[in-house]
Each structure stands twice: as C-alpha cells, then as structure tokens.
C-alpha cells in the first residue's frame, strides 16, 4: 500500500524550543527531504503553537483527516514535534496499533506498527528529553539553514577574522581580525606584484612584519607556516566566495583580493595551487553560431607565461608548473609576464572538421561596438524624435482605426453572405436544385470563404501594427541611445543582453560578425542617412538642440511608418 504524508511543522515560543528550526526551514527541510525520497504529500500543516498544552488546531485536524483516511503517514522534523502531553501521545500510537497511520517518518527514522517501534516512539513523545546528541543533530541543521540562507560562516573563522559574541544579545558573529587581516592583504599585494616569490612574501610576513597565529588555548601565536600560507592564497573565501559541503555561497565578509586577482594567484602558485581553477564566465553564450557549420560558438580562457629566465612563452595549463625549456618552477619565477586570452571559436559539435578559425574577445567586441555606431543617436535627438513620432503615432493609429473599422465590416458582410447562401440551398423552393444548384453552390461558398479568411488576416494584421507602434517608437530610441554606452560600460549580462537583441543566431565568419539588418534599429541608421543627405552638418550621436525645425521631420516618418 502506498503511504500518503502529510508534513507536520510546529514551533513554540517557549525557550526549549528555542534550537528548533523556524517553521518556513522546517517546512523547506521536509519538502526537500520528500522529492528527495519521492514521497507523496497530501498536505503540510504548520502551528506555532505549544506541544505540552493539549488542543492544538491544525494537531487535531490532522489526526481527524488521518482517520478519515486523507494519509496514512506522517512526516515531521523530529517526532517531538508531534506530541509533548500523554494524551497527543497516545493519540498517535492508536492509530498506529488501528492501522489508520503506517508511519511516522522523520529525516533520522520511521516508526512502523511494531512493537519495538511503537516503545520507542511512545519514548520520544512522551519524555522531553534533551539529550546532547539529539542537540547536537539539531544544530547541524541549524547550520545548514545558516550557511545557505543567511550566508554566514559557521564554526571556527578563518585566518584574518576572529568568533565574537555580541556580549548582551549573546549572538554570535565573526569579525575581521583586526590585527591580521591588514597583514594578510599586504601579503597578497605584494605577491601580485611579481616580484616575490610565495615563499619569499612570506618571509617577510613572518620575519619583517611580525605575522602570528591566534593563540588558543592549545597552540598558537607561532609564524605562519608554509602549507597554512598555500591554504590561505588558494582559499576563495577570501575573494567572497564561501565553499563548504553544504553548498557554495557568496558570503556578506569583508574580502581582501578580487577574483581576477585569485586566479593570478592560482597560477604564480605553481605546484601549490589549487588544481582547479575558479569557474569562469562565458561571455556571449549561447548568441553566437559558426557561419562555416552552424554549431554553438563557446570562449575560452587561456594564460600565458612568458619565462623570465629564458624568455619562453608557454601556456599555463592546469598542470603545467614549470618552464618547458629551462625547467623553472613557475612558483620560483619573479617578474613573469602573465598574459590572458578570452578567445571564441566553433564547439566543431556537428563537424569536427570545420575549419572556422578562433578570434578573441577584444575583436569581437570591437565589431559589436561598430554595429552599435551604426544606429547611436544622442538623447537629445532620441527624445525628439520620440516626441514627434508620438505626434504621427496619435494620427497613425487614428488612420489605422479606420481601415480596421472598414475591413470589420467587410468581414461581418462576407459572413452575413454566406449564412445567406446558405440558406437558400436549404430552401423548399429549392428542392430540385431550381433557385441554386449543387456546382454554383460550392463555387459560391468557395470564394465567400477565401474572402472570409483574407479579412480576417486584415483585420489581424491592423491590429499587430497598431501594436508594433509603441515598439518602434520609444524601445528602439532608448536602445539606440544607450546601447553603445552600456556595452562598453556594463557587466557580462548587460553585455550579453545587448548583443542578443541585435539578433538571436548571429554568425560568426572569417572572423566576422554578421548581423541581421532586419531589427528596428537599422531603420533609424536608414533613416539617419536620409537626413544626413539632405543635412550634410546633422550629427545625431552629439548631444545639440533637436528642438529647432531644421531638420526635416517627413524623412524620419516615411523611413520609421515602415511602409
Ligand atoms: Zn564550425
Ligand atoms: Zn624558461
């Protein structure tokens, strides 16, 4: 027999329930723990009400929906939350021994109908009892609630932050070390430099500025040692990040290296780095397509060292530690030169032979940035334009009102036709085909119909370029105005976002980006031109006054009416 559960959430305000996880993280826990196991689950049922006092609402409601045979399990966080009085307990172990509950389940154990069980949870719910161990389980997933929701790191805090506890709310927090943080970064610092070598910057950490551990009570306050050093320049805590089993979480801590700047790391620590590097993002995914076969295009990150021994250039892989000529141990060198490439190329997905040739970022953006001049206007003469097309717009939908209006009646005309035609096929008078015979009649109905259908198009389609107005109009002026801007200045999405609205498949070919012009926006570098013909000074990228009628409205409008 399948067993249906509802899941049963409760949460007192009472101080011993003060470890008990809030109802919403109850809930969230249980929820998650019953897709993980594929339960069904008929309901979830939450009061923040006192288990000791009988009388609980949605308690009672439960059992009596449990009866009438709604479910036949429950799934709850601890089984104390079930019952903390005798009779609740009671209550739960009937059921039970009547067969109407198969089991109590909770993220540790079920209880089934045997005897053992049965013990055992009249145990659980009858004593409230706070042994360490059950306590401690709690924490664990109080933690966890912690770290993921709150983004606060648990435990002992790194190097360069230290445990308080907030001596009148009694919260606990951690802080930055005041005395060790600004010693740690300097550290950082100077190895970004590429003067030092790790080990050489940590001499100095030690022996020049006095770095010591924190002592506790079994150890501490020694110089840092090396391996500590490597954990603590290959630790992406200190960029934000925080990575423990439970997840990965960007955390709210004070931080003291970008991560541009750790990935440099990464890589200067040679045989002591990380062996893997952070995640990277992909610019432009999923934009762009190859012109030679059609696959996805996909970038790639790559780093170059060039030797500072014998001037070799050679690719820091994720194994490479050491200069493939002279041998030296990359986390030796001082004064390498880092270089870094984002290249693009074809995934070769579809033909493995295709021989489209790669092109880095820099290039690419340098031909996105060239389709963006085509179009940019000022907000000067963008806000100009808006308003005057506004203006035509008001007349335009007024024209377009009356041809819809025309072409409705049209259209109620060629159905009143056919009903008509009908009827006199069906008429008594005629019965031996006198008034309307069986060709005229499918002739007739076959034009009526394809007029029918060709109106409604009409109608439909005065519609969608009434609606297209407002597109045309202010959407494609702002993007016009802003994009260039924003594409030099915005962050990888806004980026990505602004590229993707000039096309959805763009191709890249012979290194070349092709680009649709069929997008609204190529009608204003249409309609640009135009004006510029006739006003060879006009500048629409400058911002000057638009306001003056010197330039000449009508060609902007024909261009923009997109008849
Ligand atoms: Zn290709
Ligand atoms: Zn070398």
New binding site residues.
């Given amino acids: 027999m399948k067993v249906k559960y509802f899941i049963y959430c409760r949460k007192s305000s009472e101080s011993e329930d003060k470890q008990i996880l809030s109802l919403p993280a109850q809930e969230r826990e249980l929820k998650t723990y019953a897709k993980e196991h594929d339960l069904d689950v008929v309901d979830v049922i939450s009061e923040s009400k006192s288990a000791f006092k009988m009388g609980r609402e949605g308690y009672s409601d439960m059992l009596a929906r449990i009866i009438k045979g709604e479910a036949n399990g429950i799934l709850c966080w601890h089984a104390n939350r079930l019952s903390r009085n005798a009779v609740d307990a009671g209550y739960v172990i009937y059921a039970l021994d009547q067969k109407q509950l198969l089991e109590i389940k909770t993220q540790g154990r079920t209880y089934y109908n045997t005897p053992n069980d049965k013990f055992l949870l009249g145990l659980e719910l009858g004593i409230s009892k706070k042994d360490s161990d059950e306590k401690s389980e709690n924490v664990k997933r109080g933690n966890r609630e912690k770290f993921l929701t709150r983004k606060e790191w648990i435990g002992l805090a790194k190097m360069g932050y230290v445990n308080y506890i907030e001596p009148y709310t009694k919260v606990k927090k951690i802080v930055v070390d005041k005395e060790r943080l600004p010693l740690l970064q300097r550290a950082v610092k100077l190895l970004l430099t590429g003067a030092y070598t790790p080990m050489e910057v940590l001499d100095k950490l030690n022996n020049e500025w006095g770095f010591r551990t924190r002592k506790t009570k079994k150890m501490g306050a020694k110089p840092m040692c090396a391996s500590g050093f490597y954990k603590f320049l290959s630790d992406p805590y200190y960029y934000g990040l925080m990575v423990r089993s439970e997840g990965e979480v960007w955390g709210h801590h004070q931080t003291i290296i970008t991560k541009a700047e750790f990935d440099r790391i990464q890589i200067m620590l040679g045989r002591h780095g990380r062996h893997s590097f952070t995640k990277h993002e992909f610019p432009y995914r999923g934009v762009l397509r190859c012109g030679g076969c059609g696959a996805a295009i996909t970038s790639e990150h790559k780093w170059q060292i060039i ?1 500072p ?2 001037k ?1 250039k050679f690719n820091r892989g994720q194994t490479t530690i050491q ?1 493939p ?2 041998k ?1 141990f990359v986390d030796q060198m001082k004064n390498y030169k880092l270089l870094h490439y984002v290249y693009f190329h074809c995934t070769k997905r579809a033909h493995p032979d295709c021989t489209e040739r790669s092109i880095t970022i820099e290039k690419l953006e340098e031909q996105i940035d060239n389709e963006l001049k085509r179009f940019e206007v000022s907000e000067s003469f963008k806000d100009w334009a808006i308003a005057h097309l506004n203006e035509l717009n008001d007349k335009e939908v007024d024209d377009r009102e009356t041809v819809r209006t025309n072409y409705k009646e049209a259209y109620d005309d060629c159905v009143k036709k056919l009903d008509n035609l009908f009827r006199m096929k069906i008429s008594p008078q005629n019965v031996n085909g006198d008034v309307i015979g069986e060709d005229q009649y499918i002739q007739e109905r076959k034009t009526l119909l394809a007029e029918k259908e060709d109106l409604l198009a009409k109608v439909n389609d005065t519609n969608k370029r009434m609606n297209d107005w407002y597109d045309l109009t202010e959407k494609t002026f702002n993007f016009a105005c802003y994009a260039r801007y924003w594409f030099a200045n915005g962050d990888l999405r806004t980026k990505t976002s602004i590229l993707s609205t000039l096309g959805s498949n763009l191709i890249l070919k012979d290194k070349k980006l092709l680009i649709d012009g069929h997008k609204p926006f190529f009608l204003i570098e249409k309609c640009l031109s135009s004006i510029k013909a006739e006003v060879p000074e006009f500048e629409p990228a400058k911002n000057i006054d638009f306001t003056s009628q010197m330039y000449s409205l009508p060609a902007i409008a024909s261009h923009l009416l997109g008849d």
């Fill in positions: 030797c021994e014998c070799t200069c000529s002279c030296t």
